[in-house]
C-alpha cells in the first residue's frame, strides 16, 4: 500500500483537535466502556478498517473483554447468548447507523434502545457510533498502517 498523510503529524491540528475533543466528551460519557468497546469495533468490522479493528480490540482486552466475545462480535445474532440484550441493542444501533444508507436508525430500534438507556445516554451513543465511523474513515483514506 502507498503511504499517504498522518493527519495528525501534518497542519491540521485544528481537524485533529476536533476530533480529539470528541475522545473526550466520550471518555466522560456514562455508557460503560464494554458498550463503547462494542460500538467501536462492529463499526470498524463493517468498514473494514483493520487499524481501528486492531486498536480497540486491544483496548477491549485491557478493559476486560474475553477474546471468545471479542472473536465473535461479527457473529453476534448467531451468538446472541454470549450478549446481553442491551449489548445486541447498541450492536444492532450500531449496524443501522453506520450503514445508514440502508434505511437509517429505526424507530423500532429507537424505542427498544429506550428499554435500556434514557435520552442522554442515546446521544452518547449516536455520538460513539459517529465518531468512530470519521476514525474509521480518515484511517482508511490514509493507509494508517497496524502496528506491531
Do not use: V
Not at 470528541?22 to 466502556?33: D, F, H, N, P, R
Not at 434502545?113 to 455520538?127: V, Y
Request: proline fraction near 1%; charge should be negative.
Amino acid at each position: 500500500m502507498q503511504k499517504r498523510i498522518k493527519i495528525n503529524s501534518i497542519e491540521q491540528p485544528k481537524a485533529f483537535k476536533a476530533m480529539m475533543a470528541l475522545e473526550t466528551y466520550l471518555a466522560q460519557a456514562t455508557i460503560s466502556k464494554t458498550l463503547k468497546d462494542l460500538i467501536k469495533i462492529r463499526a470498524s468490522q463493517i468498514n473494514g478498517c483493520a487499524y481501528c479493528i486492531d486498536m480497540h480490540t486491544k483496548e477491549a482486552i485491557d478493559n476486560g473483554e474475553r477474546l471468545q466475545r471479542i472473536f465473535l462480535i461479527s457473529a453476534w445474532r448467531e451468538a446472541s447468548k454470549f450478549f446481553t440484550e442491551e449489548e445486541q441493542t447498541i450492536l444492532t444501533i450500531t449496524e443501522q447507523i453506520t450503514l445508514i444508507h440502508q434505511n437509517g436508525l429505526s424507530d423500532e430500534m429507537y424505542q427498544n434502545a429506550l428499554r435500556f438507556f434514557n435520552e442522554d445516554q442515546i446521544a452518547e451513543i449516536i455520538i460513539a457510533i459517529a465518531t468512530i465511523n470519521a476514525w474509521n474513515r480518515i484511517a482508511i483514506s490514509t493507509h494508517e498502517e497496524i502496528e506491531d
